[in-house]
């Protein structure tokens, strides 16, 4: 079991352009969540999958957001024509199915938008 | 609206000392779990103990206890004997069930452990 992996751990790119996350769950967890972090700030809810499918997307996640999980297993995370706003640490997450089962989180994926 | 609020921006002790981390969180569903998660200097996440909201005793993980209160919705922290790997963000945060099982968060405590 090698934990939730991410890629790329950093990422700087300019403003407007298309920036994409990829996430890897620890293998068999159904659930797949990705989160949003700022500086000084605990992690927002952005969306969450269901094996492929994607149930629930927060506010957050503007249209400039889309995030896929093809076959149930990686996930990306893209950002369309990237703002200053969006500079963050983008976290992933999986879960077994089970209600209550523990999250366990990825090391992130940092975003500075120049 | 359901949130967490840790009131304590920053706390300092000494090793070896006990410390406590405050939170306190606003729901109007019966059904939640609670957690304490770390996130140390590295970025990574990790669960330092969970409590089921329909369980009365506060749980208990090694030197990690919790004062769970569900009247005044508290959930707070204690860390006895402190170390120096206890450095961290901590972050409280619960979730509801059943349903997305999404985790709301804190705006967290940074703990910092003095040798």
């Known amino acids: 079991d090698t934990g939730v992996s991410q890629d790329p751990r950093h990422k700087i790119t300019k403003r407007g352009q298309n920036v994409t996350f990829r996430c890897d769950p620890i293998?068999?967890?159904?659930?797949l969540y990705w989160y949003r972090q700022t500086l000084g700030q605990g992690p927002e809810f952005l969306t969450y999958f269901q094996n492929e499918a994607q149930l629930e997307k927060s506010r957050l996640l503007s249209d400039r957001f889309s995030a896929e999980r093809p076959k149930g297993s990686f996930s990306t995370l893209e950002i369309q024509r990237t703002e200053q706003g969006d500079s963050a640490m983008y976290l992933c997450a999986s879960s077994p199915h089970s209600s209550g089962n523990t999250i366990y989180f990825g090391e992130g994926s940092w975003l500075t938008v120049v | 609206a359901q949130t967490v609020t840790q009131s304590q921006p920053e706390m300092s002790v000494q090793e070896a000392e006990t410390v406590t981390l405050s939170c306190t969180y606003d729901t109007s569903e019966n059904n939640y779990y609670l957690f304490w998660y770390k996130q140390p200097p590295s970025r990574q996440m990790i669960l330092v103990i969970r409590q089921e909201a329909y369980k009365q005793q506060n749980a208990t993980e090694n030197r990690f206890s919790v004062n769970f209160q569900k009247a005044a919705k508290s959930f707070s922290l204690k860390i006895s004997d402190s170390q120096l790997g206890d450095t961290a963000m901590y972050f409280c945060a619960f979730m509801i069930f059943p349903g997305a099982q999404k985790l709301v968060f804190g705006q967290g405590t940074r703990l910092t452990i003095n040798p």
């Open positions: 293998s068999e967890h159904n659930r």
